[in-house]
């Protein structure tokens, strides 16, 4: 498969991936702002915050590093090893399930069941599916492999609007069942991943227009399973040693993604209801960067994976691959920048505004409007943050990977400390400040390993992040006509005001993307490109 085949299965897999993820959080959006008004911010925080990081924890550490390992295969690839390696995920996922689960009811402060009823059944049963998800795993590398795209969207767009629907249903009938509301729902949601996911293949593979095309390394659902032949290697060891190297960085790549919320499940620094409105914030100041960034940062992985040979510097690599790679690279660090700065910019000035629309005053009082203006500016960093590192991470050799398991090793321990004194200085903004200081080093180190990739080639792709002065200062002028347009018209000035505020930032948000199109034209001409190939592609399948 060529590069720019490849480049237009990646860039339709984002674009559908951009579509999943605006309807993902458009319902969770809307789910959310249902939930605070028949629950408590107690019972949210202890969902959303501790049984969540227990489900998160459980499939990152299972799963992460097997994911990256297994689908950085070459054209030579033995699937039946891959698969094996894969299915290791499973007891990998049920030690993490029981161990976690042990802390989290032995070790951490057990809730008042009068507050937050069935604690313990929420532990279990949000561990248990973790489980139940990781069951579904081979057959999800096999379809990211081979770009089924149709598949992925379908299935998790399905599994989560179900689990929606019961959430709001059991809200809104039983609320006093508390979190066996959630834990149910969630056990539902992976239960009808992993069923879409089987009954797909199930069926693919037992028809005969498959078994005639020829275009999966497998011919019946039982090549899924684990199989052991005195041939070869029950798994490619090359891929087994590899993702031991990612599973260490993963270890420590979820401390820093989810360093906050470790640090008030294990420290107790904010109460539950404090918990709750940090993350309720933090979710919403997160939503434009998981509906743009986080699909884009899986699909070009998979590109840049596929396009790049580990272990090759860049001028012992096909000359066409490399060029196309960086100007790829390119492309997405200064869609990265623009999309940031605009976040930050605009976020900065309505802030208190998107609060009191969606919490009301328990929302947009106290430290809400302060948390979610710091989150703008960290939106900025976590997008420049996953482009390079998606790079980064498809480049780098086993032995570059586990000399940046130091790295991450030391940025852990900082993190930690940095968020103790910056918690205690400043609130619940010390952990967002804390995450953009962390931030900054992971890009910063990402950057060095480009720079010295591409230094030898003729291709500067960090040229990306370079902006023309008109448009940077016309970021500026709409950062202080918003600014100014807040204090005069709101939040206390009644809706006509507010209308008035959000016209203004409609004007701002329109020249700002005008100028934006004038003088990135290269950038512009890439996308239009993509679109295209993404289209072109969806017809031919």
């Known amino acids: 498969m060529g590069s720019q085949e490849v480049l237009g299965q990646a860039a339709r897999l984002a674009s559908s991936g951009l579509l999943m993820q605006v309807l993902f959080r458009l319902i969770t959006f809307v789910l959310n702002a249902f939930i605070l008004r028949f629950l408590s911010k107690e019972i949210v925080g202890v969902v959303n915050v501790r049984l969540t990081l227990l489900y998160s924890t ?3 550490l299972a799963r992460e590093a097997f994911r990256r390992a297994c689908l950085s295969g070459g054209a030579q690839q033995d699937w039946s ?10 007891p990998l996922g049920v030690f993490w399930s029981l161990f976690l689960g042990w802390v989290w009811l032995q070790l951490l402060e057990v809730p008042d069941p009068d507050v937050i009823p069935h604690y313990r059944t929420g532990v279990v049963l949000f561990g248990l599916s973790a489980v139940v998800e990781l069951l579904g795993e081979p057959f999800w590398v096999l379809a990211q ?76 659902i039982t090549d899924l399973l684990p199989s052991i032949t005195r041939s070869r290697n029950f798994v490619n060891w ?42 309720i914030v933090n979710n919403l100041g997160s939503l434009v960067a ?38 790829v690279l390119e492309s997405l660090l200064k869609l990265a920048l623009l999309a940031g700065l605009t976040i930050t910019v605009f976020g900065f ?18 430290s809400g409007p302060v948390l979610l203006r710091s ?34 090793l030391a940025l852990s321990s900082s993190f930690l400390v940095l968020s103790c004194i910056l918690t ?18 992971r890009i910063t180190q990402s950057l060095f390993f480009i720079h010295r990739y591409y230094r030898e080639s003729p291709y500067r792709p960090l040229a990306g992040l370079y902006l023309s002065p008109v448009l940077l200062g016309v970021f500026a002028l709409s950062g202080g006509i918003t600014g100014v347009s807040e204090v005069l018209l709101c939040c206390e000035q009644g809706w006509p005001a507010r209308l008035a505020h959000v016209a203004v930032g409609a004007f701002c948000l329109g020249m700002t993307l005008g100028i934006a199109c004038l003088t990135e034209t290269k950038l512009v001409h890439f996308l239009r490109t993509q679109l295209g190939m993404s289209r072109l592609t969806d017809k031919t399948t």
């Open 349 to 366: 000035a309505y802030s208190q505004l998107a609060l009191d629309i969606y919490g009301g005053a328990m929302l947009s009082s106290g």
């Open 375 to 408: 989150y703008c500016l960290y939106v900025l960093l976590l997008a420049i943050n996953g482009v390079t590192e998606c790079f980064t991470f498809a480049a780098m050799s086993k032995e570059e990977v586990d000399r940046y398991n130091v790295t991450m």
């Open 424 to 441: 205690h200085w400043c609130g619940s903004v010390g952990f967002i400040l804390a995450n953009c200081f962390n931030m900054g080093i």
């Open 290 to 327: 998981r509906l743009i960034f986080q699909p884009i940062e899986e699909s070009f992985y998979i590109f840049f994976a596929k396009v790049l040979e580990r272990e090759k510097h860049a001028t012992l690599q096909k000359q066409e691959d490399i060029a196309v790679a960086a100007m």
């Open 58 to 60: 459980t499939i990152f």
């Open 81 to 90: 090893q891959t698969l094996n390696l894969v299915w290791l995920t499973v």
């Open 145 to 220: 492999a081979h770009m089924f795209i149709k598949l992925k969207v379908i299935t998790e767009s399905l599994s989560v609007i179900l689990k929606s629907v019961l959430t709001a249903f059991l809200v809104l009938w039983v609320p006093h069942w508390g979190l066996y509301i959630f834990s149910l729902a969630q056990l539902f949601y992976t239960t009808i991943l992993v069923l879409c996911y089987v009954i797909y293949f199930t069926k693919l593979l037992s028809s005969p227009e498959s078994t005639k095309q020829q275009t999966l390394p497998v011919s019946r």
């Open 238 to 279: 090359k891929e087994a040693k590899l993702t031991w190297s990612f599973f260490k960085q993963s270890f420590l790549k979820q401390i820093l993604t989810e360093g906050e919320r470790y640090m008030m499940t294990f420290l107790n620094i904010l109460n539950f209801g404090d918990q709750g409105v940090y993350d």
